[in-house]
């Protein structure tokens, strides 16, 4: 069968399933002679036939159906009336038909069958003739009379619609596996989704309780048990395998349709382009391929809108003319990749994060510590668009951020890959199918939670000892130094509001990756790794979000599973937009710039870091010096008045500090300069400054490794707005209000 | 015309749910609580593989805590196309009643408890409350 041609294939099956309902309409024919509707049914089967044979050229078929087409035309419009041999000669070129079918089947050509007996038969009706009478009057359309017919036909010719003996006794054609050929007809069904949706339950059930029955079996001694549980096992994940696989379509379902999108978008765009694609025959569920389509579409036209240069451009670059777009699918690691590329002019991560940083969707500060790769994720992020004007192709509403969410609502990843000049790939990696998917469980406050793989990175158990050197507290935001790099740690049982039983300093972390960023998970134990069935949860948990589902584990009890975007959502980004709320660019730009930093240490063994280009000195004044306007704190400096800001009141530390000596640090922009008081200067350092993790909490822009401490970065906007609300503003108020009391 | 519903009690009063919302009634079965779920869902259990959420009837209607030693009995609903356990105190029986017993709620009931009634039918020797259902577990 792999000899034929696909589209021959469906045309195959197509057929069959006509013809049977063709010998229905037939034999209904001959009861009601005049029945237009009949005649109308016959006669569109039939040039549905010639139609597609003409177009496979397949010239017997055609000919056969084109005698039988014409001959139908006049019944139907009048011109004929049914008689007997009307009929026979209907069913006998319906059973030509058949065997056509059959040797195209079997030999992906015609053969020699050999038709003018039933084209002549047919003509001489047409013509008016009477044909020498067929056989015996046929009442029933059965086989008999039509073998006398068509003798020539290889085939033994049968009108009972599974024609599985015929050919398994077909003599003549010559096949590896003669015996037990199936047609195509008979090898494949049409079967309802809803079906295959139930029996996919079924089987979820079946693996629940397998993994109940298997965990039972572990705990008794009972070999017999044991061996029939380890037969259940098998069995049972066959059958797993087996009923996902009912469910699987190739993509090529979905990319049949692209051809035509890309055509018909690069002529708009006018751009030439080459699609190829690669790995057709992949398979995914067909819930998959529904829910990735409209992600898929939207790249692929990004791909000839933005991705691909116009042939001018093309050429100049010394590239052909015609850009090529690539789709790609295979399996790799339990999951489908799928891959859109293009080999036009690439992303330039330089622009991807000036537009960022324009937009406000990160700082130039957290731009500089981002590796190249991971700017170019940034085009994922709400709010970001590449396209310099908004066209009617791209741009209608659906930006990357909307293919990511998709993407990631499946349980899937995106990311993207390119080279300036060479072009773009797009990558997203799909699981294999919704229903039952490979998880962590793990316990927390005596509950049992579910964590998807697929979001899972690694997991990290540290006893008391290095628990407590290595987990890191910035104002009271946890951070784990995962080799070298910051990792904000997320308690779930803070998170999920309960009561955390691990008293012992132990933390088993779970490092998580969602939405472009990792995090810590601490959890209080690991349990195990199992497949899980995917349970919808009631619409009254749909709101709490934390939870992507439920699923039933080994011992019958239902566990929760959590939502780790959501989780990722709930807590990284909450922090991430206050600081955009509370921050301004400019300061932010100066800490990426000047990379050196002056460590000041605080009440309490805090240490901040000031970035140190807008330092324009470091003083000390006697305390007495300290002058007070209204609520504010002022010192005489060089003839101006600064206003103080005491660090460890802004942020709730209680100064070490004894004596009257106020150590400062002077901080200009502008024409206005600020005293910021410390406990004592500790150092200036100009190291590890790319070090920036997304810890944050109030007045802190971020988080840097100093000699191996962990050192807030100090907002100073923020802190001296607390103490001067119109510092930049630049208001004259506050002179106003100073000349007023002096 | 008369109705038949499915009785059950609730801190010494009488509801009543139509039979036709209801699918079975259980024993207690273990649950898992829904951390940050609002107080009237209790929790999440496995009936026979699929997983329900249990409504805790006396929180939805206001009514005080049942005592931690009573196990509660579950009536299972069918409701928009979900299948919800209640929570419930001891189960009654089925029971047909006439529509000319019934009666609205009366205007000075006011708070959850009417919000969730159809009405009451007036038995010989109490009042029967008719749960609506579909709003006494909606979200």
Request: glycine content about 8%; overall charge negative.
């Amino acid at each position: 069968m792999d000899e034929i041609d696909e589209i021959v294939q469906e045309f195959l099956v197509e057929s069959h399933e006509n013809l049977d309902q063709l010998d229905r309409d037939l034999v209904a024919l001959e009861r009601e002679p005049g029945s237009r509707d009949l005649l109308g049914s016959i006669f569109r089967t039939i040039h549905t036939i010639k139609g597609t044979s003409g177009f496979l050229a397949f010239g017997q078929l055609e000919s056969v159906t084109h005698v039988g087409e014409n001959l139908l035309a006049r019944l139907r419009d009048g011109k004929m009336s049914m008689s007997p041999q009307t009929t026979d000669v209907l069913l006998a070129m319906v059973d030509t038909v058949r065997d056509l079918l059959a040797t195209i089947e079997q030999t992906g050509g015609e053969g020699d069958t050999d038709v003018s007996v039933v084209v002549g038969h047919i003509t001489a009706i047409l013509d008016g003739k009477a044909p020498e009478p067929v056989a015996a009057p046929a009442p029933e359309p059965v086989a008999e009379p039509v073998v006398d017919l068509v003798p020539e036909a290889p085939v033994v010719p049968a009108l009972v619609p599974v024609a599985q003996a015929p050919v398994a006794a077909e003599p003549v054609v010559e096949h590896e596996d003669p015996v037990h050929r199936r047609t195509v007809a008979d090898s494949s069904i049409r079967v309802d989704v809803d079906l295959l949706d139930t029996l996919m339950r079924l089987v979820g059930e079946l693996v629940l309780t397998r993994n109940q029955i298997v965990r039972q079996a572990g705990d008794q001694q009972d070999v017999d048990l044991m061996r029939s549980s380890q037969r259940l096992n098998l069995i049972a994940s066959e059958l797993q395998e087996g009923v996902m696989k009912t469910r699987m379509q190739p993509i090529d379902n979905l990319w049949s349709k692209l051809p035509r999108v890309v055509r018909d978008l690069g002529a708009n765009c006018g751009k030439q382009v080459s699609l190829t694609m690669v790995g057709k025959e992949t398979e995914l569920d067909r819930t998959l391929l529904e829910a990735v389509k409209d992600p898929l579409t939207h790249l692929v036209r990004n791909g000839v809108d933005h991705g691909l240069e116009s042939p001018e451009d093309r050429v100049a670059a010394g590239k052909p003319a015609e850009g090529v777009l690539t789709l790609r699918a295979y399996h790799q690691g339990g999951q489908v990749v799928v891959e859109v590329s293009d080999d036009g002019a690439g992303i330039d991560s330089e622009k991807v994060a000036a537009k960022a940083v324009e937009r406000g969707l990160r700082t130039q500060a957290q731009i500089a510590q981002m590796s190249p790769t991971d700017v170019l994720q940034l085009i994922f992020v709400p709010g970001f668009s590449t396209a310099a004007a908004v066209t009617n192709v791209s741009g209608r509403g659906v930006g990357m951020d909307v293919v990511k969410t998709n993407i990631e609502g499946i349980g899937g990843t995106i990311e993207v890959e390119s080279v300036v000049g060479r072009g773009t790939t797009c990558r997203l990696r799909i699981p294999l199918t919704l229903a039952i998917v490979p998880a962590l469980t793990v316990e927390c406050a005596g509950d049992r939670y579910a964590i998807p793989q697929v979001s899972l990175l690694e997991l990290v158990s540290l006893d008391a000892d290095r628990a407590a050197n290595a987990v890191e507290d910035i104002n009271g935001a946890s951070v784990y130094r995962l080799r070298g790099t910051l990792l904000p740690l997320v308690r779930l049982a803070e998170v999920l509001g309960v009561e955390s039983d691990r008293s012992d300093g132990h933390v088993v972390i779970a490092v998580l990756q969602a939405e472009g960023k990792r995090f810590g998970l601490v959890i209080d134990r690991v349990l195990s790794t199992e497949e899980i069935v995917v349970k919808p949860l009631g619409s009254q948990m749909k709101a709490i979000g934390t939870y992507s589902g439920a699923t039933i584990l080994g011992d019958g009890r239902v566990a929760l599973i959590l939502d780790v975007q959501a989780l990722a959502r709930r807590v990284l980004n909450a922090d991430a937009l206050e600081l955009d709320d509370t921050d301004d660019h400019d300061t932010r730009a100066v800490t990426a710039e000047s990379l050196r930093l002056l460590v000041a240490g605080l009440g309490g063994g805090r240490k901040v870091a000031i970035p140190l280009s807008s330092v324009t000195r470091l003083e000390n004044f006697d305390q007495s010096a300290v002058e007070r306007i209204g609520n504010r704190e002022v010192v005489q400096y060089r003839g101006g008045i600064l206003p103080v800001v005491r660090l460890n009141n802004y942020y709730g530390a209680i100064s070490d500090r004894e004596g009257d000596e106020l150590v400062v640090v002077i901080y200009t922009v502008g024409d206005r300069s600020v005293a910021i008081a410390v406990d004592e200067i500790v150092d200036i350092v100009d190291e590890n400054t790319e070090f920036h993790a997304e810890v944050t909490d109030h007045g802190v822009l971020g988080s840097t490794l100093v000699r191996d401490r962990i050192v807030e970065v100090l907002d100073v906007r923020a802190a001296i707005l607390s103490a001067d609300p119109t510092f930049y503003t630049a208001s004259d108020e506050f002179d106003a209000e100073l000349q007023e009391t002096m | 015309m008369s109705t038949r519903l499915v009785t059950f009690t609730l801190d010494g009063r009488l509801f009543g749910v139509e039979v036709n919302a209801v699918q079975e009634v259980l024993r207690g079965q273990p649950q898992t609580r829904i951390p940050l779920a609002p107080d009237s869902v209790s929790g999440l259990i496995n009936l026979r593989g699929q997983v329900l959420s249990a409504v805790e009837l006396r929180a939805r209607l206001g009514l005080p805590d049942r005592d931690a030693d009573h196990e509660p009995m579950l009536v299972v609903v069918r409701v928009a196309g979900e299948t919800i356990a209640l929570l419930v105190d001891s189960i009654g029986a089925v029971m047909d009643v006439d529509d000319d017993q019934f009666e609205l709620p009366p205007d000075t009931l006011s708070g959850p408890s009417r919000e969730f009634l159809h009405g009451a039918y007036k038995l010989d020797s109490q009042l029967l409350l008719a749960l609506d259902v579909d709003r006494a577990v909606a979200a």
